[in-house]
């Protein structure tokens, strides 16, 4: 079979537009961006704030302004498309960049998605460690530091593997349940420890929070946060999901497309009231980062079982998605040996703490890699026919690889490589430059491609 | 019978997030918090599951 058959046949149930009994209300979507955002994560980025030495003003007014910034992509740029073709990420990407890039996306997503379960299997382990004593990561180790590290972040890799080997229905449908305990352990645990940090009354919270939990000043070897780099990283660390345009394959099943304004809930949920929790659990620990001590110490065994199930629920889902991608690249191999492959490398990966200390840069990296091909849908659907262009015109033309959508991705891509600025901004001259290339390239190409222009602009 | 698993669910919520308020007033112990915060999680995903 060949790649484009094995592609298609993965993501042959959601081939079609979805119908009109399966669009779901706003309750549904309440659920799905709460569940998807207060996760294993938020127990490493909120510390990783104070390890940087952000002031207390620059990272409320920064989580308020780049989270609101984030529900606006959401609200304008995915969902807008999601409800006008109700067609997820695959179908709609394969009308315009073709089966074979389309193919090359799907890998470079996949080995995303590994490196992504991997920090989160780190994450869990810091809780699994705890009974046996097991020697922290600290914030600037690199490589494995210890054996009862690798042991520990093994046996988990191997529990998350092979529940992905089942599936993952039941795992998704547990994190539906468990967001809103989540939340309450985020909220119960920092609140039990503002006592120890000084606080006395509500009344004196800001003060604290100014001297002993958001100083301002960067523990050794970390690079000084600004309000700037807090606003961009909470608009931008899921930019795979909004800019990037993964979340049509949620919101196409929106009623109407002020659903995607329902982000909010997973925003100022998880990406504030969390992230501030556990920075000041990590401000009450004297500045440890492993996610399970400082659970632990903030609500007791309920914390550590809520980092495991926190990493658990998001590793379990992403290494499926990663297996199912890699699974196109491995002709005749069954889904479950793809999937324990994808397990293994993502263990290894989960080995090295580098990978969740230094989660800011990659979960940046991440949304930064994949925001392009957003772009291009973003691109197609609305710049393209405006301009006299025609969208979908790989489909149209029977094209197995769009040069267009390739050049877009790659060449915005270099570009941002040599821009003399940090990662967490490059997202935003980098989708200027993605829609300029889209438009300039699919210009050419339509020019120089009989019946390529469309007369008519709509 | 869904309605008795709503009352569970909630009062395992509860009890996960309204002893650390009491332990920020002083009024029990760490300790105190973190068991009752542990029978609110048996509690919660016990019920939970069939409210949703």
Known sequence: MSLTAKLDAINEFDRQPVSADRIQGSGTFVALFAGEHIAGTEFVIGPLFVAHGVTATDLFGGLIVGNLLAVLSWAFFVAPIAVRTRLNLYWQLRKITGPQLLFVYNIVNALMFCFLAGAMISVAATAVGLPFDMTMPGLNDRYPNSVSWVIVVGLVGAVVTGFAVLGFDRITGFSKVAWPWMLAVFVASAVAVLQQLGVSSFGEFWLVANERIWTGVPLAGQSKFTFWHVMFFAWFCNMAMHIGMADLTILRYARHWTHGFLSAFGMYLGHFVAWVASGILCAAALGEIAPGPIAYMGIGVTGAIAVVVAGWTTANPTLYRAGLALQTATPNWKRWKVTVAAGAVTTTAAMFPALMMQLLDFVALYGLILMPMGVVIFADFWLLPRMGLQSHFAELHGLQFSWPAALTWTGTLAVCAFLPMEIFFLGLPGWFLAVGFYVLFCYIQQLRKPGGIVQEVR | ?52
């Not at chain 2, 009890?15 to 048996?42: D, K, M, N, Q, R």
Request: aromatic share 18%.
């Open chain 2, 1 to 52: 019978m869904i309605w008795v698993a709503r009352v569970v669910a909630c009062a395992g919520l509860g009890l996960v997030l309204v002893p650390a308020f009491f332990v920020f007033s002083g009024l029990i112990a760490w300790e105190t918090h973190a068991a009752l915060a542990l029978f609110g999680t048996v509690l919660w995903f016990s019920a939970a599951r069939w409210t949703m």
